[in-house]
């Protein structure tokens, strides 16, 4: 190939935004030269080598705004150390194919079982196959959250997780007479929220009651009052909205 033909092929290379193609036109030419590629042969290699390039660069730019603690993979993951866990259900979230059924994937266990890993794992198969992917604790979205609504915000804030109201509520708030390291939310059952008075901002589990129940009140065993422990806070549905329940006053 001479100078001038190699030189116009850099040039319109990168005007078109292939830079690794300018930059490797030689070897390519020299490969193809050794193996007598034929022209169609020739072409793929050149187009498959710049796309393989692009997706590599795509990859990494992808994974940098994430908050990945670390981007390990399922390759790196010993499942000799978990021998109860089924490996062959863990290759099949590698799949993607949760996503695309816009479903969600949950790993349950104690600490320090290996769970962080498998879900940094997927974030970086997702991230490889082209998703969008950002990684966070629990306890940093409900901060964020917190802080989004004081800002006025949220509805903002609440787009970054994907979430709706409903979903925030469900993470910044414990159900009332749960225990507090699992505050047992469960996304099928309805709650009201506690608003006002010594247990404000927790939910009351009100799954299953009649409307008339509902009218009724609620009267809340809790030590935070001026009668300590055994007395109780005094909660009224609001008017209109049986999603709420407002604090009357405490009673022995």
């Not at 962080?116 to 950002?134: D, E, K, N, Q």
């Amino acid at each position: 190939m001479s100078e001038l033909v190699s030189t116009r092929i850099r040039n319109t290379a990168g005007k078109l935004g292939l830079p690794h193609l300018a930059e490797t036109i030689r070897e390519h030419t020299r490969r193809a030269d050794e193996g007598k590629m034929g022209y169609l042969d020739f072409l793929d290699l050149v187009l498959s080598e710049e796309l393989a390039v692009r997706d590599d660069r795509r990859f990494r730019q992808g994974l940098r705004p994430s908050k990945l603690p670390h981007h390990k993979t399922l390759d790196e993951y010993d499942f000799s150390f978990q021998p109860d866990l089924d490996p062959r259900k863990v290759k099949d979230l590698a799949t993607l194919s949760f996503i695309e059924g816009k479903a969600n994937a949950a790993l349950l266990g104690p600490p320090g079982v290996g769970k962080t890993h498998i879900a940094v794992a997927l974030a970086v198969a997702a991230c490889r196959a082209g998703y969008s992917i950002s990684f966070t604790s629990l306890d940093d979205m409900v901060r964020n959250l917190k802080a989004a609504e004081t800002a006025g915000r949220l509805t903002n804030k609440l787009g970054t997780y994907r979430m709706n109201c409903d979903d925030k509520q469900l993470l910044r708030r414990r159900v009332y007479g749960a225990d507090h390291g699992h505050p047992g939310l469960r996304p099928d059952r309805r709650y009201a929220e506690l608003v006002g008075g010594p247990l404000d901002s927790l939910l009351l589990d009100i799954t299953g009651w009649r409307p008339e129940e509902i009218d009724d009140g609620v009267s809340l065993l809790t030590e935070l009052r001026q009668f300590g422990p055994g007395g109780r806070a005094l909660y009224d549905p609001r008017p209109g909205d049986p999603g709420r329940f407002d604090w009357t006053g405490d009673t022995p």
